[in-house]
């Protein structure tokens, strides 16, 4: 597994948070795991309650962990909350063409939680997503929202494209995934 640090947007600071990290790998067998770790005063965090698991729209509009993944037929979106909500889109290309993907098992999420450390493992089996993606090289956008108490909100993300935030910009599908899952 390979740890890449996300980074706030400039323009939205979160002074809450000391770290953030994503750890990645994709399996032989299709499985692309990720677990984000943010290290901070958690308890300053506006952290949604369990739920659930179920796909749910909007869930970028509170604190969100997300993943881009690009191939030649468009890029998939994938949402987990903390609430263990999840969603998954495909986009035919940048941000045109959205449709909610059903065909794919819902993403095995879970959570570890304390007053410094907050945790959320992802399990995503890519499998049956499309012919395209089994053995190809993939480009990987990783990002997240987070919500304070006071409910402003943070967009953090491996590497920021200029202007404002924008998970879904070309810019951002800065690392390499191939068909062996290595990056």
């Keep these: 597994m390979q740890t890449i640090p996300l980074n706030s947007h400039p323009s939205t600071p979160c002074e809450l948070i000391r770290r953030f990290t994503v750890r990645v790998q994709k399996t032989s067998d ?14 300053g965090l506006h952290i949604p309650r369990p739920r659930v698991a179920r796909r749910t729209d909007g869930l970028w509009r509170h604190t969100c962990f997300e993943a881009f993944l690009m191939h030649r037929e468009g890029y998939y979106e994938f949402n987990f909350a903390p609430s263990s909500e999840w969603a998954v889109y495909h986009f035919e290309s940048y941000r045109d063409g959205m449709s909610v993907v059903r065909q794919a098992p819902p993403p095995k999420i879970s959570l570890t939680l304390d007053a410094y450390r907050l945790g959320l493992n992802a399990m995503i089996d890519l499998n049956g997503l499309s012919t395209e993606i089994e053995n190809a090289t993939l480009s990987l956008a990783l990002s997240a929202v987070i919500e304070e108490q006071d409910g402003r909100l943070s967009y953090w993300a491996f590497k920021h494209p200029p202007g404002q935030p924008d998970f879904h910009h070309p810019d951002g599908f800065a690392l390499r995934l191939d068909s062996a899952g290595n990056n």
């Design 30 to 43: 299709g499985v692309l795991a990720l677990e984000y770790t943010v290290e901070g005063d958690v308890a």
